[in-house]
């Protein structure tokens, strides 16, 4: 029998299959490291367009923090002008209520009875006469419990003593201005 040699051919077969595989194995390890840059590339432009993003963010969150001191103290403002506003209009609405008070201190003097002194603080009144007699500043007192215009009266001194041939009472009393609906309501 004849022998044939296979060995150079088996070594050229092997080497050709081990050329392949270096080329696929260079080709696969190319592709895998574009495929690998690419997506690298791609999240590091995804993340330098999210810092700009957080930028434009940062930058219009001061605008707006700039405008909402601002708006604070516009709303400061506004608190004061409100109450501003509202003195001016309770000094409107009770303007006539000074009016009526006199008007009333006067209409409820009974004979006899004379006011040396008033003074004011809020809606409570501090009186200051001279009477007559203890029953004129009784009188005076019922006077003015039946007031449109003044309530709530409460003698707190009261002392007599003669000037001449008279006998005088002073007095100090304390009484309580209502207000205009208060004083509407009752006069109905």
Partial sequence: MARINLLPWRDELRKERQTNFIIMLVVTLGITGLAMGGVHAYYADRIEYQNMRN?????????????????????????????????????????????????????TLPEGVYLKSLSQKGNKLSLKGVAQSNARVSSYMWNIEKSAWISNPKLNVISTSKKGRNRVSSFTLTATQKHKKAAAGKKK
């Fill in 55 to 107: 930028a434009y963010l940062n930058k219009e969150i001061k605008k707006l923090d700039t405008q909402i001191k601002k708006i604070k103290t516009f709303e400061k403002e506004k608190k004061k002008l409100q109450a501003h506003l509202d003195i001016i209009q309770r000094l409107q609405s009770s303007r006539s209520e000074i009016v009526h008070l006199f008007d009333e201190l006067v209409r």
